[in-house]
């Protein structure tokens, strides 16, 4: 008997300064395998290889979800596209306006769209933003973009951090209360990314 041979699928690599290897299937039904800086080609292609199953399952089941998503309201990734593209100058705006504001400086902003976070900032100062903001009210999006300039300051939530905040959005608990609770409905909104692999899937600490 003829072994079955499994073809490689076609993927685009990401590398990026990341330890693990994972595999993602976007909204609009691409394969993005995400590796660290030096990983062998060899080890990359076996590992999306043996997922080869994983990926045809799963694109199929994106095609199927763009379908319903087109019947059920859920948001297209051209809904995605256009939200990003309306609130990415509101943001940087805001981003400028109290960087000054809390005398700290930042590196890029990045728009994208996230099932499990509304922003964060790296230790170089990196800030991305989820672009379902454009959904939130104003007052929502300051606080987001406050909470994670004040991680320049602080890359924690000590009270010390929660101090800078308050300093400039002394309402920022009723801001957060509104995330807490209509956030979820807004991130639910957004079509499924598939991922696979060794993942660090944390949820947003906002
Ligand atoms: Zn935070």
Redesign the pocket.
Known sequence: MPQAVTELPEYTLVRSRRRTLALEITPAGQVIARAPLKMSQARIQAFVLEKAGWIRVHLAQARRQNQLAAQAGRLTPEDIQTLRKEAEPVIRERVHFFAKALGVTYGKITLRCQRTRWGS?SAKGNLSFNCLLALAPPEVQDYVVV??LC?RKQMN?SPAFWREVAALLPDYPARREWLKKNGPTLLNCTPFVRQCGIMSNKWG??
Do not use: G, M, V
Request: proline share 0%; aromatic share 0%.
């Open positions: 900032c909470h994670e991680h939530h600490d906002l």
